[in-house]
Every structure is written in C-alpha cells, then in structure tokens.
C-alpha cells in the first residue's frame, strides 16, 4: 500500500497544475479574442474602401452610359472637343485662371 502513494501527486500540488492550465487557458482566450477584434476592424476598413470604390464605379458607369446614349450631333462633338482635346472656336478666347481658391 506504501508503494501505492509514492505515485500519486499531492492534493495542493495538483492543484497548482490545475490553477495553472486555467491561467494559460484564459490568457489564450483573451489574447485569441483580441487577435479577432482587431482583424475584424480591419476588415471594415477594407470593405469601407471597397464600398466607395463600388461608387466611384457605378458614378463612372453612369457617366459612360449617358455618353453612349446621347445623340451625336454638332453640339456634342463641340462638347466633345472643348472637354477632352482642349479645342476651341476660332472667334473663341480661352482664358485660364490658376489662382487657387
């Protein structure tokens, strides 16, 4: 019977172990949750930059689709010129102001 409580660990001592995985255990928990909070907002951040990047697209979608649907006549093609290639009429005088606001 002597031999029997050799190998077996004292009460306080298991405890201690016990006490000590429970530490561990928790740290782990708080530390994983922490872990999570923060790729959480950084994935809100990134969906927030996707979101408005959607809207920029949809806005340049709009944009181009109202180009295609307009009718091609002699006003438009002025627009055109004026907008994208800088053309002007001869009679016309462009006067540009750098002057910030």
Known sequence: MAGRNR?????????VFIKAAIVVFVCFCVASIIGQQYEYNELCNEQDKLESQIEEREYDIEEMSELLDHEVDDEYVKQIARKSLGYHMPDEVIYYNDLKK
């Open 7 to 15: 190998y077996i660990m004292p009460e306080k001592r298991m405890n």
